[in-house]
C-alpha cells in the first residue's frame, strides 16, 4: 500500500491540510493523517471535518480510525496518533 | 436518535472515557464524543483509539466521522469537534 502520510504540526493551517486530504482521497481513495501533541492532533481532526465538507461536492463522506504509533523524531521515541482516513462504506 | 452524547474535558482520563465508549458501542451500536479545545480532542482521540482496542474482543471495529458543533457553555457561544463513533461497514 503506497497511502502516502499527511504529517500535521501545530502550526498548520486546517483548512490547507484539507485540501491535502482531500487531493489525496479523491485520487488514491484512502489517506493517513499524523500527529504528535495535543495541538497538532487537534488541527488534524479540524482538518478532516473541513474536507468531509470539500468531498461532500463529490458526494464522498470520509470517516477516520484512529491508532498510536512510535515514530522517531530528532532521535527521540515519541507516540504519534495515526488517523487512517477512508471513504465511508 | 437516542445516542448518548460522552462529553471529553482536558482533564478525563483517556482509559475511563474509552470504558464509556466501549459501553456505549456494545448497547447502542453508535456514540456521540463531543469536546471542547485542543486538548479535550486530543483526549477524546485517544479515548476511540484505546475503544477500538477494547472492542476488538468482540470483533468489532469503529470509525468515527468529525464535525464542528456550535454549544453554549457558561452563556457562551463556543466551536465544540463532535465525534460521530460507529461500527465499521
Redesign the interface.
Known amino acids: 500500500m503506497s497511502t502516502e502520510i499527511i504529517k500535521v504540526s501545530a502550526s498548520s493551517r486546517s483548512a490547507a491540510v484539507a485540501g491535502a486530504i482531500a487531493g489525496v482521497i479523491r485520487t488514491e481513495g484512502s489517506a493517513i493523517v499524523q500527529a504528535v501533541?495535543?495541538?497538532a492532533?487537534?488541527q488534524a481532526?479540524?482538518a478532516?471535518?473541513i474536507a468531509?465538507g470539500y468531498l461532500e461536492g463529490d458526494g464522498l463522506?470520509?470517516?477516520?480510525?484512529?491508532?498510536?504509533v512510535d515514530v522517531d523524531i530528532e532521535g527521540k521515541d515519541v507516540t504519534a496518533?495515526r488517523?487512517s482516513v477512508?471513504v465511508?462504506g
Open positions: 501533541g495535543a495541538s492532533v487537534n481532526v479540524k478532516i471535518a468531509n463522506s470520509i470517516v477516520m480510525s484512529p491508532s498510536f496518533i488517523l477512508e465511508r
